[in-house]
Structure formats: C-alpha cells, structure tokens
C-alpha cells in the first residue's frame, strides 16, 4: 500500500458522520487518510486547549480526565508517550479490535500526544496478537519512532507501574516508587501512558476539535466509548461483539442486541469488567452509560465491558468463579493481595455453594476489607468493588444460599445439586 | 498537619515492629501485615510523628515512609 503526498487543502475531511472510531472499512493508511484527513499542523498549546475542551477522559478504566494528564507530564518534561494496550482484563476485546481496524488512529494518537507533551519517543505495549497488525500499519507511515512491546497476558500487566518496569526491561509487576510516572518513569523520564482507545479519541479531537468531540454525548461524559459486550449465557471465552456507544445511550439499547434474549430476561448485568460493578435489572434498564448515570448504582463504565446475567443462572456463582480467577492473577508481591485474595475467593466460593451460614457471609465482609487499599496496585480495590456489588445486587440470593437455596433454582435443594 | 504513613505492600514481610511502636494507629491482621485502625490511609498527628519516625527508621524491610503531603490521584 503506497500514500501520496497531501497537500493541507487536500487533507481535509469533514467528521466522519455515525460511527466516529469505525468510520474507516479497512485498516489500511490510505482508506485511513481518506476517511479522517491528515492532522492540522497546530500548535502543542492549541491542541492541549482542544483537548481541555473535548473533555476527553481515559479509556482504560479509570477515566482521568486526559487534558490534566497531558499537562502534568508536558511540565516534567522530556517526556516519554506509551500507549497502553495490554489489555490484560480477559473480558475485554476492544482495545485488540481497535488495533485491528483503526491501527493507525492509534498511531496518529501517539504523535498527538507526543507533539503536546514534546516526547522524542514513543512506545506502544501491546496484547500480543495484534504486535504484528501494528507494526504492519507502523511500514506504512514514517514520522515519530514508535516501539512496539509485546505485554504479558496476565491480569495485572497494564497497570502503568507495571507497564513502565516493562518497558525498562523488567518483569510486566506493578511497582511501588516514590515517584509518579508522571514525573518519573521510563527511563528516569516523566512517563504518559495512555490507553490506546484514548489515543484514537484524541486523534480525532486534533481534526475536528473540542467542541466537535463534546456534541456527543452526555455534559459529563463526552463522545463516544467502545463497548465489549457479551452474549447471555455464554462461556466468557467466546467472542465478545465490540461496539462504538455514543454516551449517555440508555443500558437498555446496549443489552438489546445481546443474544437475542429480551432484557427482561435478564437479572444482572456486570458493568466495568472483573474489577466492575454488578447492575441490578430490570431496575438499571434505563441508567444511561455516562458518569452521572451509572453513579447511582456505585458504578462507572470503567474499560467498558459488559456482561449479562439471565435469570436462569446465578450470580454469585458466576462472581465467585471470577473471584477464584483474580486470586489467581494477583501478582503475590503484595502481602493483603497475595494472602487475602484466595481468603476472600474461598470464602466467596463456600458462601455462592450455599455451604455457610450466616457467618459466611460475615467472613466475605471481613475478607473484603482485608484487601481494600492495601496492595501497590488496584488489584486488591476492583476485586473488593466487585464482591461488594454482588452482595448488594444478589443480597436476596445471598439469604437463599445461607439455607441451601438458590435463586435461580427455585425448589431444588442446592446441597443436592453438587 | 498530618502526614501520611505509606507501607511498601511490595516490601512488607508483616514482622508487626510498625504496629508496636505505633499502637495508637496500627494493629495488625491475621497474617501479621499492619492494619489501619480507621480506614482509608494511614494519617499521623503532630504528637505522633516521633513513633512514626521510629517505625520508619526501625522497619526491618524498609517498607515504611512518612509522606509529607497527602497523595495525589494514582
């Protein structure tokens, strides 16, 4: 695939009308080129103030706003831009199909936020499968040397300490430092890890602008988000739909498309990932996804995924096998993490057996505040977050289980099942 | 002022020397890690800052730092 050269009259484009992060339908520079424009020769401070505007915040799960980002590490300048895409939440596709049909959003994401924050180096960090899609869209493009870095596929291997020991050559753990990255991270250097996502929403806002961005979705949470969502019912491990959602778009209309299955069949829905937030249905059918809209729930969009529960399966067991995964995933450096993650997953597996008591769910809840802000990562927090929703949206089931019962079984004696 | 008491979760081997010589902030969990008291981070008075510097000093991991300010988002 060859470009020709662009003259700035010719490299304009109107915003992509509908999908904004899919609007290309291939990956390929050209069509990229074709469908967004080139990038308007601004100025760093310009494309900060656009960017401040846009109300852009991370798309990686934490949602800090990106414009603060971007501004503490262009002053602890030189600076170094990697972006994220380790995505190591197992439930998550859609940084991976990002990559896959937007490479090079990514990439000129990279150059915008290397431009801002005056970085001479880049480095994308990525799920393995798609290192060979990226550097296939790197042969195409010169400008900015980008290094590409294959992650581990392990839970915790995105976390930005973890993302920067990486990078310097050392294993993918979170580290404790009395630094932030923000001031001092790869190489000594203050550090921007951004999430891919993130990136390709800022490439966008360097065309079209701020206020573009922010005319969709919600005062709170501007523009669109990528969704993971899953179908009902199915083994966590098949594939995902990934989808473009404008925010603010009611959960019901997300749910809908899942497995044909209405959403009043459904009893739950876990928002935000392993680490996320169970959202009781039909109650939360018309929460829209934005900040404010999910706040009332104690929830947050997080890196987007969703996934649904039917009536007909049970939520606590669902929760503790998930419990059982990130007591495994915990990197063990951390003693409350590495001692208190299977406590809890134990404790939560015995009580979703309906094997305790009343004191059962007494050992989950002491558990639970076992781990909460006591590790150098937010391993131990989104795995409390997570145990903490299921009491509260399963609470009814909870007492089912204590006397061997099971909501989704109604009549059958649980004890007998196992 | 209060300043934070940071614990190096990374370093901590839960040899309980912190949570004796701070009792009046410090206990320690079933596996012998330090445990706030109250929730949330660990916050040291004025009048205790001797204790805490001690606990610092004395850590026989070196996990522990007295923080000047209060840290920022993560």
Redesign the interface.
């Known amino acids: 695939m060859t470009t020709t050269a662009m003259t700035p009259a010719q490299g304009l484009r109107m915003p992509p009308q509908g999908p904004r992060l899919f609007a290309a339908r291939d990956p390929f520079l050209a069509t990229h080129l074709d469908t967004y424009g080139t990038i308007p020769d601004v100025t760093p401070a310009q494309l900060l103030e656009q960017v401040r505007i846009s109300g852009l915040t991370g798309r990686g799960g934490a949602g800090f706003p990106t414009a603060a980002k971007l501004e503490t590490v262009t002053a602890n300048a030189p600076a170094v831009v990697v972006a994220n895409g380790a995505e190591g939440e197992p439930a998550s596709r859609k940084d991976a199909e990002l990559l896959r049909r937007a490479p090079h959003l990514v990439l000129d994401g990279i150059e915008v936020a290397a431009r801002i924050t005056g970085a001479g180096e880049a480095f994308a960090y990525l799920r393995p499968e798609v290192v060979p899609l990226v550097r296939q869209a790197l042969a195409e493009r010169s400008g900015l040397r980008i290094t590409v870095v294959a992650a581990p596929d392990t839970f915790v291997s995105g976390q930005e300490t973890a993302v920067v020991s990486a990078l310097a050559g050392g294993p993918a753990l979170p580290r404790f430092s009395r630094h932030r990255i923000f001031q001092r991270g790869v190489g000594g250097r203050a550090t921007l890890v951004q999430n891919v996502e993130t990136l390709a929403q800022l490439a966008l806002i360097a065309r079209y602008g701020g206020v573009w961005f922010a005319s969709a979705g919600t005062p709170d949470s501007t523009g669109t988000f990528l969704a993971t969502v899953h179908p009902v019912g199915q083994a966590l491990t098949t594939a995902p739909a990934v989808w473009e959602v404008t925010h603010g778009l009611p959960l019901r209309q997300v749910l809908a498309g899942t497995a044909g299955r209405p959403p009043e069949e459904l009893q739950a829905v876990l928002v935000g990932g392993y680490h996320g937030t169970w959202l009781p249905l039909p109650a939360a059918l018309d929460a829209p996804l934005s900040r404010a809209g999910l706040e009332p729930y104690g929830a947050g969009l997080g890196a987007g995924v969703m996934i649904p529960l039917a009536k007909s399966a049970c939520g606590l067991e669902l929760t503790a096998s998930i419990a059982g995964y990130l007591a495994r995933e915990s990197a063990k450096q951390c003693g409350p993490c590495q001692f208190g993650l299977p406590e809890l997953a134990q404790n939560f597996a015995a009580l979703a057996a309906g094997q305790v008591g009343r004191s059962g769910l007494d050992a989950v809840r002491r558990s639970t505040g076992l781990v909460e802000g006591r590790g150098v990562c937010r391993h131990p927090d989104g795995t409390a977050r997570l145990i903490r929703s299921a009491l509260r949206v399963f609470g009814d089931d909870v007492l089912l289980h204590q006397h061997g019962r099971c909501l989704a079984r109604i009549g059958e004696p649980y004890g007998g099942v196992l | 002022m209060t300043r934070p008491l940071v ?8 040899r309980g020397l912190c949570a004796d010589l701070l009792p009046e902030l410090l206990t320690q ?1 079933h ?1 012998g ?1 330090p ?1 706030n008291r109250s ?3 660990i916050l040291v008075p004025d009048e205790l800052e001797g204790p805490a510097r001690r606990a610092v000093r004395m850590c026989p991991a070196l996990a522990l ?1 007295l923080d000047a300010e209060l840290p ?3």
């Open positions: 614990v190096d979760w990374t370093a901590c081997r839960g969990d596996w890690f445990e929730r949330g981070p730092r920022g988002p993560r």
